[in-house]
């Protein structure tokens, strides 16, 4: 079956460190995003990709890094930059994007919490 | 304002309650989502509509474009629906992007 892998599922963190969020497709679909998800706020955009070595920036992308060097995999950097990297974080694709995405798939979420 | 009201935020009902969870949106869109949150986070798609009504299951969706305003509805209610319910809507103006509501938790007990 299709959809949207993420790994881990949960994360544990020192501060300092970077740490990277796995997300693969097998939707043959171009956009991904990544969104953070806080406790009683909706979902912010870290970063979005429209196109294999494409990306753009999202409304939350300090401390963030990502790369689309292959069409299924987007994955996510937490740098140490990122003041308060604690969060539940979301991978999304659809077939199209901006104004007309399409349906949206989202993976399982990865819980990263910093100790 | 945001762009992507929902209400209620938090609501609670007894097994077999019909359902009904708000959207209201401020912006021009090409169409809108219903999605439901796991307790576990995952996130699925429920629906994607942009005039009308769709029906899947117990679930029936409706939206009015002149309005600005989309329902979900929950007939027969069950606990397996307790979840979090996010209604999202593609901007057609500006930057196109995601705008997602803040979310309605639904607990139905048995």
């Known amino acids: 079956d299709g959809g949207i892998t993420q790994s881990p599922k949960y994360l544990f963190r020192k501060e300092g460190q970077n740490v990277t969020l796995s997300c693969e497709q097998n939707?043959?679909?171009?956009?991904m995003y990544w969104y953070r998800q806080d406790p009683g706020q909706g979902l912010r955009l870290i970063y979005y990709?429209?196109?294999?070595?494409?990306?753009q920036k999202g409304d939350i992308a300090e401390g963030y890094s990502v790369s689309r060097e292959k069409k299924e995999s987007f994955p996510l950097t937490v740098t140490s930059a990122q003041k308060n990297p604690t969060a539940f974080y979301l991978c999304?694709?659809?077939?199209?994007?901006?104004?007309?995405?399409?349906?949206?798939?989202f993976g399982e979420g990865s819980r990263l919490t910093v100790l | 304002k945001n762009e992507v009201e929902q209400s209620p935020q938090n609501l609670t009902a007894q097994e077999g309650e019909f359902i009904t969870i708000n959207c209201s949106y401020s912006?021009?869109?090409?169409?809108l989502h219903w999605l439901q949150q796991h307790p576990g986070g995952g996130i699925v798609s429920l629906f994607m509509?942009?005039?009308g009504k769709k029906k899947h299951g117990r679930l029936i969706a409706t939206i009015n474009i002149q309005e600005k305003h989309s329902s979900l509805h929950i007939t027969a209610s069950h606990p397996r629906d307790s979840a979090v319910y996010i209604c999202?809507?593609?901007?057609?103006?500006?930057?196109?992007?995601?705008?997602f509501g803040q979310g309605t938790r639904l607990t139905i007990n048995p």
């Open positions: 912006v021009g869109i090409s169409a």
């Open positions: 999202a809507v593609p901007i057609i103006q500006g930057a196109q992007k995601l705008v």
């Open positions: 990709s429209q196109i294999v070595n494409d990306f």
């Open positions: 509509l942009s005039s």
């Open positions: 939707l043959n679909h171009d956009a």
């Open positions: 999304a694709s659809s077939i199209g994007w901006g104004a007309h995405p399409g349906e949206l798939f």
